[in-house]
């Protein structure tokens, strides 16, 4: 088993906490991807004093090619402060669904895989419960009491990313949302915009129902403060919240859309 431990210092106050880590099966030394030709040879170039003691090769195309390497690594990712469990959890949770039986036949080594990512998903989960509070805001570390609006943000943002709201229910999150819209009521920064996707996001999958008459109003105003004032990430979460409450083909914010494209 193993441990991690980590100070935490801020101000005069300090705080230690433990965390276990969680370990796959197997431990991958190093990995790369290259394109072989049929008929090709694979060579291995090994630094001095090493020597090659196994191999094994995944024969994926396409988007999971890339997505699977990591993944394997970023779900043993150590626990810590809730953006870091949310990481790992999320990526847990769409580990599980790519590697679903359904999606077709997988290696011996993918079905471990998602065997792992079934139960750190869920264990993933029931971490994140242990850093809410009642009203629905989550904290960065357990027992540390108020609710933080940016880690909140953070929580809703990432889980409202996937398509299987079981998640997001798990956690309330119309009551996470209702209390961080409370927290932020003014539109026009980055937790806004947030604050606009996840509303997008609820809607969708059928979480939430429509917003109010408001809604074009507020979309227009954070389109303006986006252009004037946002990052690319708020750039991306804008036209996400857009495309999710189906006002991208409106007169005046599809231009402004398209702009953000280009």
Not at 24 to 41: C, H, M, N, Y
Not at 145 to 161: E, F, N, R, Y
Not at 195 to 222: D, H, N
Request: with cysteine; hydrophobic share 45%; glycine share 8%.
């Amino acid at each position: 088993a193993m441990a991690l431990r980590t100070t935490l210092v801020s101000g005069g106050d300090t705080q230690r906490f433990e965390n276990s880590v969680r370990t796959l099966p197997a431990t991958v030394t190093f990995a790369e991807t290259r394109d072989v030709r049929p008929g090709d040879p694979i060579t291995a170039t090994l630094p001095a004093g090493e020597k090659l003691t196994d191999l094994r090769i995944f024969a994926t195309n396409g988007f999971t090619a890339t997505l699977l390497p990591a993944l394997r690594w970023l779900m043993a990712y150590p626990y810590g402060c809730a953006e870091q469990v949310t990481s790992a959890t999320v990526l847990s949770l769409l580990a599980r669904e790519i590697l679903d039986p359904k999606n077709g036949a997988s290696s011996p080594e993918q079905e471990d895989m998602r065997k792992n990512a079934l139960e750190f998903s869920a264990a993933g989960l029931a971490r994140l419960k242990t850093l809410q509070n009642l009203d629905g805001s989550f904290v960065w570390w357990p027992g540390t009491g108020k609710g933080d609006p940016s880690m909140t943000a953070v929580v809703l943002v990432l889980l409202s990313s996937l398509e299987n709201p079981e998640a997001l229910k798990s956690l309330d999150a119309p009551r996470a949302l209702g209390w961080l819209k409370a927290q932020v009521p003014e539109g026009g920064s980055s937790l806004g915009v947030a604050i606009t996707y996840v509303e997008s996001r609820l809607k969708v999958l059928g979480l939430s129902p429509e917003p109010g008459g408001t809604l074009e109003a507020m979309l227009r105003f954070q389109a303006d403060w986006v252009k004037a004032h946002g990052t690319v990430l708020d750039e991306s979460l804008f036209l996400l919240a857009l495309k999710g409450f189906a006002f991208d083909t409106k007169p005046g914010l599809d231009r402004m859309a398209k702009d953000f494209l280009t």
